[in-house]
């Protein structure tokens, strides 16, 4: 996304709320919402809008998982690593997918066509360990299930 643009979807989105600090979190998600991630520009402008500093918004932003600092991918991936999940094999899941994928969760491929997520539940534990394609869940994965749902054969 252009700069310009991005100046104008962050200030689109700051027009909508005043100065408080617990505006905080719904200014992250809105620009987040209009942007796909939260560039440094737009932490800037943040923090600045709030009369915060640029660690106090990102400090913020990275405890959420919900976050992003990288332009999602064109898929996105998400592995489970819930207490019901991590007993049945997630950790090996999400090594073959990052082996696979060569990109650590939070991170996107150089290609832009992958990014990968470690959730900490989805609720699905009866499915468990449980992979989400692009907002389709996936139960009962094994290490070799995740490398054909990336590639498209699942």
Partial sequence: MAEVSVTQEVEAALSGYDRGRENLIPILQDVQDRITFLPQEAIVRIADHLG???????????????FRFHPPGKRHIKVCQGTACHVRGSGAILDAVVRRLGVVPGETTTDGGYSLERVACFGSCALAPVMVVDEKVYGRVTSRKAEKLIEGDG
Avoid: I, K, P
């Fill in 52 to 66: 915060l500093s640029e660690n106090d918004v990102f400090g913020v932003a990275t405890f959420y998982t919900q």
